[in-house]
């Protein structure tokens, strides 16, 4: 069990290690962080970063799962091809666990997306911890950590949320990932 008040202080010490945007961007190489649970979604977002890949582009897709790797594998017995960080992933002090997740959170993405429509704090906190160099979100409760929100006060789809990235992508990345 993760103790909550250290999610919180975690998000805020990634916080002050992170540096303002500089306005340069080539978006070569993009995390997208979505909620497991829905399958056309999930594999919506998978088709949309195969896209992304056919385009040259390093994309990385890391799903969330509010619960135990044990209940995720009995939920869903066809995903251990993905990457999936469960809250079981995460040690008390709300720290990642797993050596594969702490490295792709440590890595240096142009751009990050959180696309996380569960109440958790733990995908924030993901993103929170990203050494990405630009961070778009869609909780506006969260406004610290983000650059850029994608506004959605109804529950978002993520092909809305694609469309809308597209959009926000093309003025600015300069069309680096709206062509469709």
């Known amino acids: 069990m993760i103790i909550p008040k250290f999610i919180d202080w975690k998000i805020n010490s990634a916080l002050k290690k992170r540096s303002a945007y500089k306005g340069i961007n080539p978006a070569d190489s993009i995390c997208f962080i979505a909620n497991v649970e829905d399958k056309p979604s999930r594999e919506l977002l998978l088709k949309y ?82 050494m990405a160099k630009f961070k778009i979100g869609i909780d506006l409760e969260q406004t610290e950590i983000y650059d850029l929100f994608i506004d959605r006060t109804d529950s978002p789809s993520v092909k809305q949320l694609i469309n809308d990235l597209k959009e926000v992508m093309n003025s600015v990345f300069s069309h680096q990932l709206s062509k469709s």
């Open 49 to 130: 970063s195969d896209d992304l890949k056919k385009r040259h582009k390093k994309v990385v897709v890391l799903f969330f799962f509010d619960g135990t790797r044990k209940r995720l594998e009995k939920r869903h017995p066809n995903i251990t091809d993905l990457n999936v960080v469960t809250r079981s992933d995460f040690s008390l002090f709300a720290g990642v666990s797993d050596k594969k997740y702490q490295s792709q959170i440590q890595e240096s993405f142009d751009l990050l997306c959180n696309f996380d429509t569960s109440k958790s704090k733990l995908p924030h906190l993901l993103s929170a911890q990203s």
